[in-house]
């Protein structure tokens, strides 16, 4: 059995994180972090937890963790500077926040800037399973993926068998988010008046998960460049993006490549059908679809997933249970609703 604290426990990846756990069968204590509410029951913030999960908040000095794993949903702050005597007691760290995901220092500082250490990032490990799931499994320091790039990776990572048919530098990525994606904290542009009924393309020329999803690919890819536009619209939660690459020749059936190439990975399913959010969301799978279209010889790859648990906090304990030598699967059987 194992004992886990959750630094950052108010929000909604925080609150996700719960959520799962408390049904975990191999998790027999949780310390919920947040100053903010300390004193305060969880359940009075989270009412999805009410009479599950009532224990109170506490505001937890991160010198004093001493579980055996700490899942870090919390923004940037003084934790980044804790991390390292965290991990030297013996706790096993997971960070759900961009900071530590791309790992070439100079482009992980010009892109979040804040604490340096630069140790920290060559132990890091990707913890994008389907890709990293060996070295996640010897890891004490995982920092989770971003919603977009595990959607967009996932999407694109099977087509590194016809990189020499691909346009390495015309890939082209819209993908469709919902507003939890800009987390609990409100905001002018995440008003529900200012969402409602609308549809809003941002940081269209630069977003942070672009370096991100490159610096992962190119480790198969080597020279691959996107564009890519996130788009926020007026749902809760969800994303699908759709992904456009040109290959002058492609002569292979793309469904049956894909299902080959994620026969064994319990959360990546393949469809013949374009994928659709509802499907996705409430579970931890991610949903795609791959076709090549000779007339103009393009390849268009559809992936969807929830953002706040393949995207976040579901992907995060699955993570925890490869770091534990658990089941993959613990705690992670959700499925999506119909209709």
């Known amino acids: 059995m194992a004992s886990v604290t959750v630094v950052g426990a108010s929000g909604y990846l925080g609150s996700e994180l719960l959520r799962i756990l408390v049904n975990h069968p191999k998790v027999d204590k949780i310390v919920a972090v947040s100053r903010t509410y300390a004193g305060k029951p969880v359940s009075s913030l989270h009412k999805n937890l009410l009479g599950v999960f009532d224990q109170e908040f506490v505001d937890l000095d991160l010198d004093r963790i001493d579980t055996d794993l700490a899942f870090f949903a919390a923004p940037p702050g003084e934790w980044f500077a804790k991390l390292p005597g ?56 995982v920092t989770n993926p971003g919603c977009y790039a595990t ?5 694109i990572k099977p087509l590194a068998d016809f990189k020499d048919s691909i346009d ?7 993908a469709v988010s919902g507003t939890s994606g800009a987390g609990a904290t409100p905001s002018e542009k995440m ?38 536009v996130p ?14 690459l040109y290959a002058h020749s492609l002569d292979a059936d793309l469904t049956k490549h894909y299902r080959s190439h994620y026969k064994t990975e319990p959360f990546v399913r393949i ?4 994928p659709e959010m509802a499907n996705v969301v409430g579970s931890n799978y991610c949903d795609i679809s791959a076709a090549y279209d000779p007339k103009i010889k393009r390849i268009l790859v559809i992936s969807s997933i929830d953002n706040l648990l393949k995207g976040g906090s579901g992907q995060a304990v699955q993570n925890m249970n490869i770091m534990m030598n658990y089941d993959e699967k613990e705690g992670l059987h959700m499925l999506g609703g119909h209709p």
């Open 86 to 141: 965290v991990l030297d007691r013996g706790v096993k760290a997971i960070t759900l926040g961009g900071k530590f995901r791309i790992k070439d220092a100079a482009i992980d500082k010009e892109t979040y800037g804040g604490y340096e250490n630069p140790e920290l990032l060559d132990e890091r490990v990707y913890g994008l399973p389907e890709i990293y799931r060996k070295e996640i499994k010897k890891a004490r320091f």
């Open 151 to 155: 959607s967009v990776i996932l999407g």
């Open 168 to 174: 390495l530098q015309k890939v082209a990525i819209t």
């Open 191 to 228: 008003h529900h008046p200012e969402v409602s009924g609308n549809v809003r393309p941002y940081n269209t020329t630069f977003h942070r998960h672009t370096p991100e999803i490159e610096s992962i690919l190119n480790e198969s890819f080597k020279k691959l460049r996107i564009s890519f």
């Open 231 to 244: 788009v926020v619209a007026d749902i809760k939660r969800g994303i699908v993006a759709s992904i456009t």
């Open 271 to 274: 469809t013949p059908e374009v």
